[in-house]
């Protein structure tokens, strides 16, 4: 009970009715509580967990890593074992021109990376994202998500950033010469899990190319593995500009990343030089993990029963409809 006091006593809150559930370990698809008792996880750290709790090979990465060294110098000056070896693993597992990776903190800070570079790259200021988006709660990553409930109280935010209605091929005339960029979701997950229609990602990106506006996809929920893919854009037949990843990408630790052609992504070197710095984005402990998180899912089938899984969902989920419906006749 001591920590269930402390815990509402010195951490700052989120909301007025968290949980407080006091948490003893976790291994696989199981919490353990203090209480004794075993629960099993149906959140897996809001879709971070990719392979569960606590997997031997991302723990040992962990630990290997620990004995060698933690933290050396600001990202991006010296070349370091296991973040070289994850950007070099992505480049691998995604499709040309996506080649380099910028490595950070958190899904919400490669969002706002990812901003500045498409800014950067255009020489342009506008932003064009989509109503109900949700891309993070850093000032930038708000900016460009589509909830005003959330937004509201902390305006002003980034200016020049407008909004249009997912699936809407009416508005891309919305899209013109002054766009930067567009950001979207591949699939909209606070919104309700949305999937884009058949080819509207092919003609979303064809009217970026006509205006010369870069296509930046966030990735950070549906990617690694969930869709049965690395990355859910893998089932529209499309590449973005830029691609921004996170939550699962760590098996458990917070990482994130945004990632493009060399050409885009090396313009964050000059003009200003440092275009954008991280002191722990590509940390060595966190680069382990990640690393034996995407081997992990790139190489154990993981990802091949996705589509079974979702079919034994989706039978189930019509077995109860059914039961609903004869029951209220």
Same mark, same amino acid.
Not at 163 to 175: H, V
């Given at each position: ?17 968290? @949980?407080? *559930?006091?948490?003893?370990? #976790? ?26 709790? %606590? ?9 290997? /890593? @620990? ?12 070349? /370091? ?26 899904? #919400? ?17 506008? $932003? ?33 950033? %407008?909004?249009?209605? *997912? ?7 919305? $899209? ?7 950001? &979207?979701?591949?699939?909209?997950? #606070? ?29 950070? /929920? ?19 500009? $830029? &691609? ?13 990343? *945004? ?11 000059? =003009? ?7 002191? *722990? ?31 034994? =969902? ?16």
């Amino acid at each position: 009970m001591e920590m269930h006091k402390d815990f509402f006593t010195y951490q700052a809150q989120t909301t007025k009715f968290a @949980a407080g *559930f006091e948490v003893e370990k #976790a291994e696989g698809n199981y919490i353990y509580g203090t209480d004794g008792k075993k629960y099993l996880d149906f959140v897996a750290g809001v879709s971070a967990n990719t392979l569960g709790h %606590s997997h031997p090979k991302v723990v040992n990465a962990i630990k290997e /890593q @620990a004995d060698k060294y933690l933290h050396v110098m600001v990202y991006g000056e010296y070349a /370091q074992e296991k973040p070289v070896a994850l950007c070099k693993l992505l480049a691998e597992a995604t499709p040309e021109p996506l080649e380099v990776t910028y490595l950070v903190n958190s899904g #919400a800070e490669a969002i706002d990376g990812s901003l500045k570079l498409a800014k950067r790259y255009t020489g342009r200021e506008e $932003i064009v994202s989509f109503k109900n988006s949700y891309h993070g709660n850093t000032h930038g990553a708000l900016s460009v998500s589509g909830n005003e409930n959330h937004k509201r109280e902390f305006r002003p935010l980034l200016p020049m950033v %407008s909004f249009i209605e *997912f699936n809407n091929e009416k508005d891309f005339d919305k $899209i013109t010469e002054k766009t930067a960029c567009v950001i &979207l979701e591949t699939i909209q997950g #606070a919104a309700g899990f949305l999937v884009p229609d058949f080819d509207y990602l092919i003609k979303l990106k064809k009217r970026c190319e006509e205006v010369g506006a870069l296509l930046i996809l966030d990735e950070i /929920q549906p990617g690694f593995g969930r869709t049965g893919k690395l990355f859910s854009f893998e089932h529209f037949g499309i590449v973005p500009d $830029i &691609l921004v990843m996170g939550k699962g990408m760590g098996g458990g630790v917070p990482v994130g990343a *945004f990632m493009g052609s060399r050409k885009i992504m090396e313009t964050l070197s000059h =003009s200003p030089k440092l275009g954008h710095i991280t002191t *722990f984005g590509g940390n060595p402990l966190i680069a382990a993990a990640s690393y034996a998180t995407l081997k992990e899912v790139l190489e154990s089938g993981l990802m091949d029963d996705v589509d079974e899984k979702e079919n034994c =969902s989706e039978n189930f989920l019509f077995i109860r409809k059914l039961k609903i419906s004869t029951v209220k006749d």
